[in-house]
């Protein structure tokens, strides 16, 4: 069991930043591939960006906006969000795979956090 904790959500105006942080403790999660998904009210999870190693993938709907990185330790990972729309609107959630598959499916992460609420409203 790897535990994951997110942090970081909150409420903002469209417009503005926020940033998620994700700690995850045990094994080699350095060398895991890291996920941030999120869920919106009735509709299904889904992908928003990733890390594996060095290289960052981005769904389209936030590419240009979004930034992963993930600190020197490699136990920590941030999502800085800038730009943020009213349909960024989710709960947003880290996960962990240490599979070799395609880190943009929910099915390849076998970890997962318990979520931060994200809300874009004026």
């Known amino acids: 069991q790897v535990p994951v904790v997110e942090s970081g959500g909150g409420l903002v105006q469209p417009g503005g930043s926020l940033i998620l942080s994700c700690t995850a403790s045990g094994r080699t999660v350095s060398s895991y591939a890291w996920g941030w998904f999120r869920q919106a009210p009735g509709k299904e999870r889904e992908f928003a960006a990733a890390v594996r190693w060095s290289s960052t993938v981005y769904a389209d709907s936030v590419k240009g906006r979004f930034t992963l990185s993930r600190d020197n330790a490699w136990n920590t990972v941030h999502l800085q969000m800038n730009s943020l729309k009213p349909e960024d609107t989710a709960v947003y959630y880290c996960?962990?795979?240490?599979?070799?598959?395609?880190?943009?499916?929910?099915?390849?992460?076998?970890?997962w956090g318990q979520g931060t609420q994200v809300t874009v409203s004026s």
């Open positions: 996960a962990i795979s240490s599979s070799l598959g395609r880190v943009d499916r929910v099915d390849e992460y076998a970890y």
